[in-house]
């Protein structure tokens, strides 16, 4: 077992274990609650930002904050709730990763019809999708992709994309969450998605931005250049599963998860792991915090 790791590229486990005991300590001085995270827990914030300590604990206070103050999304992680809106086939997580082993997600945003489900239902499928994947190995250390296929965009859409929202996508997308967004890709976008999309870009950084591609009506020549066809469903110009079986397949992956969904929302920090008992860290940290006064 030489630097190779179950479900994973090899990683050098000495660097993980190096932020992990950094993390915890930055952690420890930051957060009352920091005393049970899990290494787990941690190791998602840490592989999310190449190991950095201060910006995984950046990440991982952000984290905390967006969960706090977004209550009507991050406690309410139900699959169940939405099953109507999933049934629709809006949203899949493909069965194979691309190239660089990035997962690949669609949401087919005009499956949506707003007047059935408000944008926080919606954006709660995001969330939960996000929960599951981010416990991978892989997707921790190569990110995601995601293709928005924005055709039937309305203007009742527009309407439930407030700046308050908008502002929580873009957190989100940002430094709120343990995944590295690797790609974001248009296709479809009508011209009156533009007002949308100015909205929510001045919030992004960079290199966000930079990321972000949109792809208009013509997308089956362009999007080839970022997947290759094989993962692409038929309705996307791949030769991989067609979209409606893999919403299925993805719809049933979550009603599974319904469980650990519902425990992940209702949980202080969102660490369900089992935590580290009586770790060395914390006593040695509480003991010099006892010894500054
Ligand atoms: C961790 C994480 C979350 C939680 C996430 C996304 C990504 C890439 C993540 O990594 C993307 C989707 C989003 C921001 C939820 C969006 C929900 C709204 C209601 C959909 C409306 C349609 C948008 C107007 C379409 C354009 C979106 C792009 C500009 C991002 O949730």
Redo the contacts with the bound molecule.
Sequence with gaps: MSGSQPGGNPEDLEPLCLGLLGLRRRALQELSSARTFSDQFLTKFLRARDLDVELSLKLLLNYQRWRRESPEISRCLSPSSVLGLLNTTYHAVLPQRDHSGSRVLI?R?GQWDPKDWL?FQ??SV??MT?EIISMETETQMQG?K?I?D?QGWSLG?AL??NPS?ARK?SS??SDS?P?K?RG?H?VNEPMFFRP??AM?RPFLPDKIRQR?HMHGAAFQETLSDFFSASILPPEYGGEGPGIEGVCQDWTNELLQSETLLQQIATHPTGDIAIPPEDCWISERVEAEQLSEG
């Design positions: 949401y945003i944008a919606v954006f995001s969330l996000s995601l995601a928005f924005l859409h439930q994309v929202l996508m989100v997308l969450f995944l967004v974001i248009l949308v999309f929510i972000i």
